[in-house]
């Protein structure tokens, strides 16, 4: 499985604010695509 994450996502990934600890799990194990745009 491929997740699509949109840019607010990673960044909020990337600087701890996800608060929800199955998501970040799965944001860390899943290979993942970047959208550039906001869906």
């Known amino acids: ?6 840019t607010c ?3 909020d ?3 701890g604010q996800i ?3 199955e998501a ?3 944001i ?3 290979d993942a695509y970047v ?3 906001t869906l």
């Open 28 to 30: 860390q194990a899943e």
């Open 24 to 26: 970040e799990k799965l």
């Open 19 to 21: 608060r929800d600890a």
């Open 13 to 15: 990934w990337l600087m």
């Open 1 to 6: 499985m491929r997740l699509l994450l949109d």
């Open 35 to 37: 959208s550039p745009i």
């Open 9 to 11: 996502i990673v960044y």
